[in-house]
């Protein structure tokens, strides 16, 4: 059973397109985060969220709580954006039950 | 920003040996660390709880005595795989919370093990 699910699973966008990504759970969640993680594997913390909207830069994460879904969008999406979006989400209220989706692998082109 | 290194960022071990890994938190002390491991095309997964002073906690399914973990400062965890199998090949990943802080975790840049 998935606990969380991404979609879409790969994208590919235009430079300068908006791009969301969505992800779906199942479960109760205490936070959860939007991560991004380039060919060479490093990961990068983009937001942690549990409830409402953040934005940094050209990103902005909204959660819906009671629909039990997350949005990731790119504004103005630029090549050095590509890359894997992950969303993963605490449960249990323990700092390192983190669940993890698949992935969503991001390309965009000049 | 937090920032957490590891070391090395990959590694090639030949069957049966031993290979540790490092992580250190560098601007913040971190009772508690995370090892994850990610197979190619799958999600990563938490293997272990990496705690301070105490026994690590480990996942279902992950052996203690082949994954030795050791938190032996408030920014250092090491993880040490014990006679690695060409299925141990994979990224591992840690990371660390900051004390007091709810649920921001910062994430190592994952060492990459190849098991020939």
């Known amino acids: 059973k998935n606990e969380v699910e991404q979609s879409p699973q790969n994208l590919t966008a235009q430079e300068g397109e908006f791009i969301t990504i969505n992800c779906s759970y199942s479960v109760g969640i205490s936070a959860l985060h939007w991560l991004q993680q380039h060919p060479g594997g490093g990961i990068v913390s983009l937001f942690m969220l549990s409830s409402g909207k953040k934005k940094h830069g050209r990103l902005i994460a909204t959660i819906n709580i009671q629909e039990k879904h997350s949005s990731l969008h790119i504004t103005a999406s630029h090549p050095r954006d590509s890359a894997v979006y992950i969303c993963a989400f605490h449960y249990g209220g323990s700092q390192g039950n983190l669940i993890f989706g698949k992935g969503t692998k991001l390309s965009v082109k000049p | 920003g937090a920032v957490v290194s590891q070391h090395p960022s990959w590694v090639i071990c030949k069957s049966g040996t031993s290979v540790k890994i490092e992580c250190r938190s560098l601007?913040?002390?971190?009772?508690?660390m995370f090892w994850y491991r990610q197979f190619p095309k799958q999600s990563l997964m938490l293997m272990a709880t990496s705690n301070e002073g105490s026994k690590a906690t480990y996942e279902q399914g992950v052996e203690k005595d082949k994954f030795l973990i050791n938190h032996a400062s408030l920014t250092l965890s090491t993880l040490t795989v014990t006679s690695a199998h060409p299925e141990d090949s994979s990224f591992y990943i840690c990371?660390?919370?900051?004390?007091?802080?709810?649920?921001?975790?910062?994430f190592g840049p994952g060492t990459r093990l190849t098991v020939t």
């Open positions: 601007d913040f002390q971190a009772t508690t």
């Open positions: 990371s660390a919370p900051l004390a007091g802080e709810s649920y921001e975790q910062y």
